[in-house]
């Protein structure tokens, strides 16, 4: 059914959709596993989303030094 699908698009010069057909052929065992197989990234995903969140709520907590006052001290104590 696919391979069909890609000849008809590829006989339709649209060059948008030829593209596409153009890159499914050139994977498409990759693409026939992918929507035949059973296979689940479910608990991938849910490992790096939890891992994201743990970033985002240790980083809400971070607060960066203010640079621009050490700096402004530091010109301060210059001679001169």
Same mark, same amino acid.
């Given at each position: 059914?696919? *391979?069909?699908?890609?000849?008809?698009?590829? %006989?339709?010069?649209?060059?948008?959709?030829? #593209?596409?057909? =153009?890159?499914? =052929? =050139?994977?498409?065992?990759?693409?026939? %596993?992918?929507? +035949?197989?059973?296979?689940? +990234?479910?608990?991938?995903?849910?490992?790096?989303?939890?891992? @994201? @969140?743990?970033? #985002?709520?240790?980083?809400? =907590?971070?607060? *960066? *030094? #203010?640079?621009?006052?050490?700096?402004?001290?530091?010109?301060?104590?210059? *001679?001169?």
């Amino acid at each position: 059914m696919l *391979p069909a699908w890609i000849d008809t698009v590829e %006989a339709s010069q649209l060059p948008g959709l030829t #593209r596409v057909a =153009r890159h499914l =052929r =050139r994977d498409l065992d990759a693409v026939t %596993a992918g929507l +035949s197989l059973q296979w689940s +990234s479910g608990g991938t995903k849910g490992a790096v989303n939890r891992i @994201k @969140k743990i970033k #985002r709520q240790l980083f809400a =907590r971070y607060v *960066p *030094p #203010r640079s621009s006052n050490a700096y402004c001290m530091v010109v301060a104590e210059l *001679p001169g």
